[in-house]
């Protein structure tokens, strides 16, 4: 298990470094906020559907089945993922000169701070599950189900984010999203817990995260 989480960071943050710069090759920089925001909605919504559907399988399969099935689901659908994003523009190597305008102290200062939330918000998502079941008094559908609460909230606030970072620019968006997740562990450790309200209180704290 240790392998196959460690080979999937890691091919998980090769992807995401080049996505990133790749992505703004193709997309204008006066509506990346608002694209962002659609593509947000349009994967949320998807996602809606795959946690709901995940939860309904996990209630009804008895053992690892319905785990096993619904991670073969995924791997399908991510080689499907592969193949579209192979047909999207651009993406060529920069030319050396390139490379070296590119470099700066406030990227790189940028890089180590994405890299620390990373790390502080990784092992939590990790965790979060077995908390929710363990120490909160959920089942392991409700557990999965809750993650439909942070879905609607992107949903809900996703395009006014969006619109937010194209207004005011990205960074007053980016500290207060920062704020959010510093004071999501809070709100874990105060909910009422093993109580009729805890899944009720576990999904506004999902939903407003």
Same mark, same amino acid.
């Given at each position: ?21 790749? *992505? ?22 998807a996602s809606l559907v795959s946690v709901t559907i995940a /939860?309904? +399988? ?23 993922? +592969?193949?579209?994003?192979g047909r999207l523009p651009g993406g060529a190597p920069l *030319?050396?000169?390139? =490379? ?19 790390i502080a918000w990784g092992p939590l998502g990790s965790f ?7 120490? *909160?008094? $959920? ?11 942070? $879905? ?9 984010? /969006? ?13 207060? /999203? ?7 562990? $809070? ?18 704290? =999902?939903?407003?995260?």
């Amino acid at each position: 298990v240790a392998l196959c989480v460690g080979g999937f960071a890691i091919c998980r943050a090769i992807g995401e470094t080049g996505s990133y710069p790749w *992505a703004q090759e193709y997309i204008p920089a006066g509506v990346r906020g608002k694209f962002a925001a659609s593509d947000n909605t349009i994967g949320t919504i998807a996602s809606l559907v795959s946690v709901t559907i995940a /939860g309904y +399988v996990l209630d009804r399969t008895p053992g690892q089945t319905g785990f096993m099935a619904l991670i073969a689901v995924g791997v399908v659908f991510g080689l499907l993922s +592969v193949w579209g994003s192979g047909r999207l523009p651009g993406g060529a190597p920069l *030319a050396a000169a390139d =490379a070296k305008q590119q470099a700066s102290l406030g990227k790189l200062l940028y890089l180590i701070a994405a890299s620390l939330v990373t790390i502080a918000w990784g092992p939590l998502g990790s965790f979060l599950p077995l908390f929710r079941e363990q120490q *909160a008094g $959920l089942t392991t559908s409700q557990a999965v189900w809750l993650q439909t609460g942070g $879905l609607l909230g992107g949903l809900a606030a996703g395009y006014v984010w /969006g619109w937010a970072a194209d207004r005011y620019g990205g960074k007053p968006v980016i500290l207060s /999203g920062l704020l959010l997740i510093a004071l999501t562990p $809070l709100a874990w450790m105060l909910m009422p817990r093993f109580s009729p309200w805890s899944p009720y209180a576990a999904l506004a704290i =999902a939903l407003v995260r």
